[in-house]
C-alpha cells in the first residue's frame, strides 16, 4: 500500500534509472518529524522486523485502514498518559495496547480534551511480549514532531519504500545525542531598552527550531556576563496573556541588563515547557478543569517540564561566555548550565508579574517544580 514504483509527472510514469541521494541522520530525522506530522507513517528498522509507525494525533480513517492491511496495530502511549487512563505502564515508562477500534477511540486514547467526550474507553488489552524498544523510539520521535506522544505501530514484512525509514539503533542514538548548534546570522537591532544590542541566530544541524541571542551592550568575553535563559511564550511575551509571569520577566530582565550595562538574553523556542502552543493550549484547556500546570502536561503525556536547558549553555560557550550570572526563580536551570560546563557564579532572583490570574499557576512553580518565588 505504502511502497512507489517510480516517480509521476503528469500522466508519465519515470520507470528509468533514478538517482539515488543518500540523506544523513539528521536530515532522515527531520524529514520524519515532517512526514508524522502530516500524518505519513515512518519505518524504523530493527534485527529482524520492520516496524510501521504512525502519529496519533494526525492519523486518519483512511491511514489507519492501510495500516491493517500490513498488520495488527498496536498503540503506545506514555506512561504519563496511562494513568490518566487506569492503565498499567508494564513496560516501565510506556504502555501497549491492541488497537481493536476505530480512529476517533484512538483520537480519544491520546487526546485528554475529549476524556469528557468519550469517558468510557476500555477494557485494554494489553501486549507485554517482547521488547518495547521500537514503541519507546517512536514516542521519543513524536514529541520531537511537536505531536502528543501517541504512537500506532504496526510490525510488517513489506519494504515500503516510499516512506521515511531509520534503523533503531540510529533512531535511539539520534533521541539521546545533541545535533550540533551553529550561528546563521547575526545583525546590529536597536532596542527601547538600549540601542547598542544584536540579535544573533542559532540554528541546530538537524533543521529544528531557531534560537536567538539578544545582546545587550557589549558584554566582554571571558568574564561572567548578565544573562538570562528565557523560554518562548507566545500568550505572555506577545498577547500579553495573565496566566504566566513569562512577559514581566521578560521585559524585567532585559531592563535590568540595560541598566548594568551589558548582558545577554537567550530566547529559546520551546513553548510551553517544550511540548509547543498546541499542546499548551491543550494544557490551559485542562486547567480550565480544574488541573494545575504539572498535572496537565501528565494527562497530556508529557513530563512536567520538557525544555532542553543546555541549549542555553551551547549559545553561551559558542559566543564565548563561560560563566553566568543566572537571572533565574528556577534551580534546574542552574543545574543544567553548570553540567554544559558553564559556570554559575550567582542567581539573580527574577520575582515580577504576579497577578489573580496566575496566582496558583506560580504556586504550582514553586511547590512542584522547586522555584524559588
Not at 15 to 32: F, K, V, Y
Not at 294 to 300: D, G, K, M, S
Not at 313 to 341: H, Q, S, Y
Amino acid at each position: 500500500m505504502f511502497h512507489i514504483q517510480g516517480q509521476t509527472k503528469g500522466n508519465v510514469t519515470n520507470s528509468g534509472p533514478q538517482m539515488a541521494i543518500t540523506l544523513n541522520t539528521d536530515e532522515q530525522i527531520a524529514r520524519m518529524r515532517g512526514d508524522l506530522r502530516m500524518g505519513l507513517p515512518v519505518l524504523i528498522r530493527t534485527k529482524g522486523q520492520m516496524w510501521l509507525a504512525a502519529a496519533v494525533e494526525t492519523l486518519t480513517a483512511a491511514r489507519l485502514a492501510d495500516l491493517r492491511d500490513c498488520g495488527k496495530v498496536q498503540l503506545a502511549l506514555t506512561d504519563r498518559r496511562a494513568k490518566t487512563l487506569t492503565a498499567p505502564a508494564y513496560d516501565g515508562d510506556l504502555v501497549r495496547i491492541a488497537v481493536e477500534d476505530d480512529v476517533k477511540w484512538l483520537h480519544a486514547m491520546a487526546d485528554p480534551s475529549l476524556d469528557l467526550q468519550v469517558p468510557m474507553k476500555g477494557p485494554f488489552r494489553y501486549l507485554r511480549e517482547g521488547s518495547a524498544d521500537v514503541h519507546r523510539a517512536a514516542l521519543q520521535l513524536c514529541k520531537k514532531a511537536g505531536l502528543l506522544p501517541a504512537m500506532v505501530l504496526v510490525e510488517t514484512d513489506q519494504e515500503c519504500g516510499a516512506l521515511s525509514q531509520i534503523n533503531l539503533a540510529i533512531l535511539q542514538k539520534i533521541n539521546n545525542s545533541r545535533s550540533p548548534m551553529e550561528l546563521i546570522s547575526n545583525a546590529r537591532v536597536p532596542l527601547e531598552v538600549m540601542e547598542n544590542s544584536r540579535v544573533h541566530v542559532f540554528r541546530r544541524k538537524d533543521g529544528s527550531e531557531e534560537h536567538y541571542a539578544i545582546e545587550i551592550g557589549r558584554p566582554k568575553r571571558g568574564q561572567p556576563v548578565l544573562s538570562r535563559l528565557h523560554s518562548a511564550c507566545f500568550t505572555g511575551d506577545l498577547i500579553g496573556s495573565l496566566k504566566c509571569d513569562c512577559g514581566p520577566q521578560l521585559r524585567a530582565a532585559m531592563a535590568q541588563i540595560a541598566a548594568e550595562g551589558a548582558g545577554i538574553l537567550l530566547y529559546m523556542n520551546q513553548e510551553g515547557r517544550g511540548i509547543g502552543l498546541a499542546n499548551k493550549m491543550r494544557a490551559y484547556s485542562l486547567q480550565d478543569q480544574g488541573f494545575d500546570t504539572v498535572e496537565a502536561n501528565h494527562r497530556l503525556g508529557f513530563e512536567d517540564d520538557e525544555r532542553d536547558f543546555m541549549l542555553g549553555a551551547e549559545i553561551l560557550r559558542a559566543m564565548g561566555f563561560d560563566a553566568v550570572r543566572l537571572m533565574t526563580n528556577n534551580p534546574r536551570k542552574v543545574e543544567m548550565m553548570t553540567l554544559a560546563g558553564v559556570e554559575v557564579i550567582e542567581r539573580v532572583p527574577l520575582t515580577v508579574g504576579e497577578n489573580p490570574h496566575n496566582a496558583e499557576y506560580l504556586a504550582t512553580k514553586a511547590k512542584k517544580s522547586g522555584h524559588l518565588m
